[in-house]
């Protein structure tokens, strides 16, 4: 019989989550080639989950930044937009078997953190046409591959938020 509080370990997957600066040190742990790809992920959905899915399939490790709290503002989804917080979004990206490495930016492009982590492989969702995703012609110039997955299932956060507000 226990007496007190339980202490239970932290879960593993915290250790995904990466801040910017630690990112030199992190990558090196990671198996190429490398995919990159970003997001709000604001509330995590099917669409999310299967596109992240495949994303990864491109390579032996993958790399998500997501957009800070004020990053995620300043894309005008909406005054109470995030949902969920940077940190939340993190660990909820983290737990996920496909993601290798979390980390975030606050710029209004992950073109810092994209420099910083020199992926083979850089992937957005099929909403963005190959050449006007952020970091193309860094990827392309060092010979690397960018991709645009075609929507699975038609989902998104803002929809998601609209027909909860609705019930």
């Known amino acids: 019989m226990t007496t007190g509080p339980m202490r239970y370990p932290t879960p593993a997957f915290e250790a995904k ?4 600066e630690a990112l030199a040190e992190n990558l090196t742990r990671l198996n190429r080639p490398l995919v990159f790809t970003n997001g709000c ?20 490790a993958m790399v998500v930044a997501l957009n800070t709290d004020a990053s995620v503002k300043r894309l005008g989804k909406g005054e109470d937009r995030p949902i969920n917080t940077l940190q939340d979004r993190m660990a909820v990206m983290a737990s996920l078997e496909c993601v290798s490495l979390v980390t ?11 420099l910083e982590c020199r992926p083979d492989i850089l992937v957005k969702g099929g909403d963005w046409p190959v050449d006007k995703i952020v970091g193309y012609q860094e990827i392309m110039a060092w010979g690397g591959q960018v991709h645009s997955i075609p929507f699975i299932h038609q989902r998104s956060t803002t929809s998601l938020v609209e027909k909860i507000r609705r019930l």
């Open 104 to 114: 975030w930016f606050d710029e209004d492009t992950p073109l810092a953190r994209i």
């Open 41 to 60: 992920f604001d509330i995590l959905h099917r669409g999310h989950v299967t596109y992240l899915a495949q994303a990864r399939a491109l390579g032996a």
């Open 17 to 20: 989550c990466c801040p910017p």
